[in-house]
């Protein structure tokens, strides 16, 4: 399993403006640092830079405040589990019951959290940090990060029913925004006795299974497990195969690794408005 570490590491990777450089290291609000540039108190490379919207390379330049060396340090932890199903999404269960926590190495990074939760039985791609500001931007429905899951459900799901969940299905808590849907392989379920003998009485019994794909921008409770029941497909398994820019790629289930560098700078990308 690939550990790459990013806790105090660059996240930027590309050119940025200056002025963000600095507040991203500290060394000031973005309007502060505004002031700080027009002031000719910042230089890169040794050149005093007073141009609003001149860019730097993070990795490469040498920017200083004051002739004090600023620097870019990430000092946020993030990983991905691929969770596995059984486990509570949550930090701690009064019931005692397996939670995700218990897969994750919380106790090496204090304030380790998940981002948005999976249900008990769904598994896949659980992101976790200790930057509390990026999982905050990541959930907020006005930056609309996709979520891509993998469901199986029960009987045959028609093109009708995908397009339904296209355009938006009414649940309980409002109208779902449009969706990305994408029918699969149909497969011939594996019956028990006694559903091969209701099968043979019951013409609507369902003998197959449908794999789709669902990616959504919202993250509603049940939310996915909820639209498919309501075009009248019960959810046999449920993936969650992506979240945002991030994919599990060859991670077996039950472990986690740490994002690379790339990683986190494109999922702080994904979060700029
Ligand atoms: N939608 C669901 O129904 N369940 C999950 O765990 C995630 C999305």
Redesign the pocket.
């Known amino acids: 399993m690939s550990r790459k570490r990013t806790s105090n590491l660059s996240t930027e990777a590309y050119p940025m403006r200056l002025q963000r450089f600095l507040a991203r290291a500290g060394a000031a609000s973005r309007r502060g640092s505004e002031d700080l540039m027009t002031a000719g108190r910042v230089t890169v490379n040794g050149v005093v830079v007073t141009e609003l919207g001149s860019k730097v390379r993070p990795e490469h330049d040498e920017v200083r405040l004051d002739g004090r060396l600023i620097t870019l340090r990430d000092s946020h932890t993030f990983l991905i589990l691929y969770k596995p199903a059984g486990y509570l999404t949550t930090l701690d269960d009064p019931q005692g019951r397996p939670t995700v926590c218990e897969l994750v190495p919380g106790s090496e990074h204090p304030g380790l959290f998940p981002v948005g939760?999976?249900?008990y039985n769904?598994t896949g791609l659980l992101l976790f940090t200790t930057d509390g500001e990026l999982a905050h931007q990541l959930l907020h429905p006005r930056h609309h990060v996709p979520?891509r899951?993998r469901a199986l459900v029960d009987g045959v799901l028609s093109e009708a029913k995908a397009e339904q969940l296209r355009q938006g299905v009414e649940l309980y808590d409002g109208l779902t925004v449009p969706a990305l849907v994408e029918i699969g392989a149909t497969a011939p379920k594996t019956l028990t006795a006694r559903e091969r003998l209701r099968a043979s009485e019951d013409r609507t019994f369902s003998v197959e299974t449908t794999t789709v794909w669902l990616t959504i921008t919202e993250g509603r409770k049940?939310?996915?497990?909820?639209m498919l029941t309501h075009v009248g497909h019960e959810v046999l398994a449920?993936e969650?195969e992506a979240f945002g820019p991030l994919e599990l790629g060859d991670l077996p289930q039950g472990q986690w690794r740490y994002l690379t560098v790339e990683e986190v700078a494109v999922l702080r990308e994904a979060c700029r408005l």
């Open positions: 939760r999976l249900d769904t979520k899951y049940r939310q996915v497990r909820r449920l969650r």
